[in-house]
């Protein structure tokens, strides 16, 4: 028996589990082990089990292949990795009938994967976890943000189709070590087109592909190429630039009916060449920049701002025609039938007195037929200056026709263009 009291720090007694036990047997009463008291310590969960036997003698630092020149990798689409990894294989019987598990990434070797086209560093998430079936095939859905150099061609603008290529290939592994094939058939990736996304912009046509190997450095590697095949979708772009033109072409077209002895004419003329101007300048961030080749939008509004100018110069030789003969005393009406009286009483001033009776007859006689000779002279005057008109009319009515033959012809030309380009 323990005695209740006071003791000291040192002389506190020790009691062993085999004492309780053995005072407790002394006293009569039936004791059972304490270890079978205490709860039971849970078994580790089959998935756990796994886990740890795939894991014990792998190291993700090392190639793992039984025979080092064994080694089959396939990638597809963008994103999605798949090896066989011989080393994470199990039974799935003996872990209660589990076929495939989640895997850290960092636990798991993964090859040297890189693209060619790389010319940044996107912003492509995260995804720390694999999956791992029972025949050591492991699964990386992993999303890349591509940022690549890609050659566009712009002649076509806004018609144009470009292909960009993406390389997949590995730095160190030669195809000894580390071969890459495609997951599914090139016809369809080429043609499935439900995996990806279009942008506002571009639609994307088709994503061929092809494998091929290069020798270097007494070595094969394993290269595959998807080609994105992209079309840009041209209505912004003709609403925004081309149809504007082709209206203020058509404006321009219309003004050659305006008379061409009017005054309005060239001032119209000019404010459409001004208007288009303006209307260039400010669409100048939409074009395309490049310096190797000129779009052939921009032929077009060149040539464009051209006509307009050419149309504007015709206009001012044909207003030069028709006032190249104008008599000084020409003005307003009523400016010219004052002059006209004026020059009537300065070379006829016996008119004046037509009421004096005392003027001879026969002189009267002829300052009438004087008067009568300068004003056939001046119908005749006037026959010419319509004739002048006339002929100038004409000029200008040949001139539109060539103006037109010649925008016609360029419009049909550029059309093809687009079109041949937009087919390729």
């Given at each position: 028996m323990l005695k209740q009291g006071k003791l000291e720090d040192t002389e506190r007694p020790t009691i062993t589990l085999k004492e309780i036990q053995r005072s407790l047997a002394w006293s009569g009463i039936i004791t059972t082990p304490l270890a079978e008291l205490l709860p039971d310590k849970p078994k580790r969960s089959a998935l756990n089990q796994l886990t740890r036997a795939l894991l014990r003698k792998y190291d993700c630092g090392v190639r793992p292949v039984?025979?080092?020149?064994?080694?089959?990798?396939?990638?597809?689409?963008?994103?999605?990795?798949?090896?066989?990894?011989?080393?994470?294989?199990?039974?799935?019987?003996?872990?209660?009938g589990i076929t495939e598990i989640s895997l850290s990434s960092d636990t798991i070797w993964v090859p040297d994967l890189i693209i060619s086209e790389f010319v940044d560093v996107g912003e492509s998430p995260?995804?720390?976890?694999?999956?791992?079936?029972?025949?050591?095939?492991?699964?990386?859905?992993?999303?890349?943000?591509?940022?690549?150099?890609?050659?566009?061609?712009?002649?076509?603008?806004?018609?144009?189709?470009?292909?960009?290529?993406?390389?997949?290939?590995?730095?160190?592994?030669s195809v000894t070590e580390v071969n890459l094939t495609l997951w599914r058939s090139a016809d369809e990736i080429a043609?499935?087109?439900?995996?990806?996304?279009?942008?506002?912009?571009?639609?994307?046509?088709?994503?061929?592909?092809?494998?091929?190997?290069?020798?270097?450095?007494?070595?094969?590697?394993?290269?595959?190429?998807?080609?994105?095949?992209?079309?840009?979708?041209?209505?912004?772009?003709?609403v925004s630039l081309v149809i504007p033109s082709i209206f203020l072409m058509v404006v321009d077209i219309i003004s050659?009916?305006?008379?061409?002895?009017?005054?309005?004419?060239?001032?119209?003329?000019?404010?459409?060449?001004?208007?288009?101007?303006?209307?260039?300048?400010?669409?100048?961030?939409?074009?395309?920049?490049?310096?190797?080749?000129?779009?052939?939008?921009?032929?077009?509004?060149?040539?464009?701002?051209?006509l307009l100018v050419l149309n504007l110069a015709i206009s001012i030789l044909v207003v030069k025609l028709l006032?190249?003969?104008?008599?000084?005393?020409?003005?307003?009406?009523?400016a010219f039938f004052?002059?006209?009286?004026?020059?009537?009483?300065?070379?006829?001033?016996?008119?004046?007195?037509?009421?004096?009776?005392?003027?001879?007859?026969?002189?009267?006689?002829?300052?009438?037929?004087a008067l009568r000779l300068y004003l056939q002279d001046g119908e005749r005057d006037d026959s010419a200056q319509s004739e002048w008109?006339?002929?100038?009319?004409?000029?200008?009515?040949?001139?539109?026709?060539?103006?037109?033959?010649i925008l016609v012809v360029y419009t049909s030309t550029l059309v093809i263009l687009w079109a041949s380009w937009s087919s390729i």
């Open positions: 039984q025979t080092w020149t064994n080694m089959h990798l396939s990638c597809t689409s963008f994103y999605i990795l798949v090896m066989c990894l011989l080393f994470l294989v199990w039974d799935p019987e003996e872990f209660d995260a995804i720390p976890y694999v999956y791992v079936n029972s025949s050591g095939m492991v699964k990386n859905n992993k999303p890349i943000q591509v940022v690549s150099a890609c050659d566009l061609e712009m002649y076509a603008f806004p018609f144009d189709k470009h292909s960009c290529p993406l390389t997949f290939r590995s730095w160190l592994h043609n499935n087109q439900k995996s990806f996304m279009d942008d506002g912009e571009w639609e994307l046509l088709s994503v061929p592909s092809r494998y091929w190997q290069v020798h270097q450095d007494e070595k094969d590697y394993a290269h595959i190429q998807f080609n994105v095949l992209i079309r840009r979708r041209p209505l912004l772009y003709v050659f009916y305006l008379p061409p002895n009017s005054g309005t004419r060239i001032t119209f003329k000019t404010s459409v060449l001004l208007g288009y101007t303006v209307f260039r300048v400010n669409l100048m961030d939409e074009m395309p920049a490049t310096a190797i080749r000129t779009p052939l939008i921009g032929v077009f509004f060149a040539v464009c701002m051209a006032h190249h003969n104008e008599k000084e005393c020409g003005g307003d009406r009523e004052q002059t006209f009286q004026r020059c009537i009483y300065l070379r006829f001033p016996i008119l004046l007195n037509v009421d004096n009776p005392s003027l001879p007859t026969h002189l009267l006689l002829q300052e009438v037929v008109v006339a002929l100038c009319c004409k000029v200008d009515l040949i001139l539109f026709r060539v103006y037109l033959f």
